[in-house]
């Protein structure tokens, strides 16, 4: 590391100084004996020794390579990189506020190349800070990051520079760069988040704007998961004007007034969430996004039609990524006044014969639920989600079904209108006995992806009273509520949600039994033949069914 030489500088000092100096001089000899004698205890002593001779003369600067060279060096066991990373800042810093960093138009000859040379430096201490912030250990990324935010902070106020040069090319974006590249600085991010974004509204306006520009060029999946840890990590924005929110650098004063209003900073929220929207998401990305959609993503807003060209890309993903989607589009319509007229068919069309064996079925039930409860929606549009479900229990599983008649018997209840599909008077005797002799064909169109068009008020829940005779007992107790009278006011859907194959063959194992089942009294000694032994015993119904010889 290049070292400085200014023997006229420390000349003309020496000249200029003269008496006043030389008992200070005497003493710092004196204090650097006594210093210089410690220096066995440690590194650590040394450090401090050269952090206070360069603060007291500039003729020791050639002490700052020195330092740099124990922060940098990190292999070795403790912590002497970071002592001398704090005493580099504390160094740095009161040089900042003394003018010592600052080259004007004035400053010439041997004064501009120490200017030069401690930038030169200057900038090699960013650059270990950087290295230690990306590779060091958590404890070590934590002290790092708070140097640098410090040296941010003194940049602004002694070195004069403007909004650009603070926050959009400077230190404070690199720091941003480092977070979001890095897959190692979970710890870091946090730290980040808890002392500085969440604190302080200038840190929080201008990261959003400084993870807008990354988010729009070309990263890693790795990266965008760390912008979306931060992004979603802040809390949702304040609704009025708040002046008393701390700042981090108050010597930007012009900017005060937009850094305070919670438009400018809806602003910049929103352009960092499209850039990210407009990346190409995986598959677990995207679930995340439509996770956090209604209470993370949209109330930082100010166009919220802007999320619909995303939300309708995501539907035609299909499987539980269209659920999550209609559950964001639901939210709009809902919260927003967002007119999306294709809503309700789009969620027609999730119900096919997937949707009662899929791991997402509960998930899908609560949103439903939730979709439905409106008392204003068309009663031939909920008859149309009751008979398409009533059909889809013919192919499902015991645990789907104990699910979907709940839910019907309270969407009965909910619009009466459709309970005619339950129960329905035939005005005639003539086309009463036709019906019984000939039957009917069922009207409703089960192909029909418009709800308002299947004619399923025409239909009935045959499908339900079918169930009634269903192998599992439990199915055919429950299908059996549609056929006795409506006194319950509603059943708790979440009561059934959980079932599965493993849950109802337990609960029929854990069953008290008042009664000891029927079972056969003598034990046969072949299943899949006749009887060999020459006995006059009736062979078993399956014997008689099948010939397995």
Known sequence: MPALTIEAEAGKKRKRKSKDTQPNEAKVKRGSTKRAARQEHGIGSQILLLENQILESRRHYNHIPKLLKHAQNSDTAGSN????????????CR???????????????????????????????????????????????STALTLLMQLVKEEASSLALGENAVWHTGTFTNILRTLIESTSLHEARLHFLEKYVKKFGD???????????????????????????????????????????RLYISSLSSKKQRLHSPAANKKQAQKAWLAVLRQDLSKAQRKTLL???AHRIAPWFLNIERLMDFLTDSFNVGGSTSLLALSGLFYLVQEKNLDYPQFYPK????????????????????????????????????ASFIKRLSRLTLHSPPSGIVVVVPWIYNLLKSHPTCTFMIHREI??????????????????????????????????LWEIEMLQTHYHPNVATIAKIISEQF???AYNIEDFLDHSYGSMLNAELTRDTKKAPVIEYEIPKTIFKGNEDGSERKPSLLIRLWDFS
């Not at 900038?123 to 590779?135: E, G, H, R, T, V």
């Not at 064996?357 to 068309?378: G, I, N």
């Open 95 to 141: 040089l900042m506020a003394a003018g010592s960093l600052n080259k004007s138009r004035e400053t010439a000859g041997n004064e501009s190349i120490i200017v030069k040379w401690l930038i030169e430096r200057y900038q090699d201490f960013i650059n270990i800070l950087m290295k230690m912030l990306s590779n060091g250990v958590p404890e070590k990324q």
């Open 203 to 245: 840190v929080r306006y201008y990261t959003f704007a400084c993870l807008a520009g990354f988010a729009s060029g070309d990263i890693t999946n790795e990266s965008l998961d760390n912008i979306l840890s931060i992004l979603t990590a802040i809390e949702n924005p304040l609704n009025n004007h708040n002046e008393s929110e």
């Open 291 to 293: 996770d956090l959609m």
């Open 427 to 460: 005005p005639g005797q003539g086309e009463k006995m036709d019906l019984e002799e000939n039957g009917m064909e069922d009207p409703f169109r089960m192909d029909e992806p418009d709800p308002m068009k299947t004619k399923a008020i025409e239909s009935s």
């Open 487 to 489: 006194t319950k006011q």
């Open 81 to 92: 990189d970071i002592f001398a990373a704090v005493a580099l800042c504390r160094v740095f």
């Open 347 to 382: 969620l027609y069309s999730l119900l096919n014969s997937e949707i009662l064996h899929s791991k997402h079925r509960s998930r899908f039930f609560r949103l439903l639920d939730t979709f439905l409860t409106s008392t204003h929606l068309p009663a031939a549009l909920v």
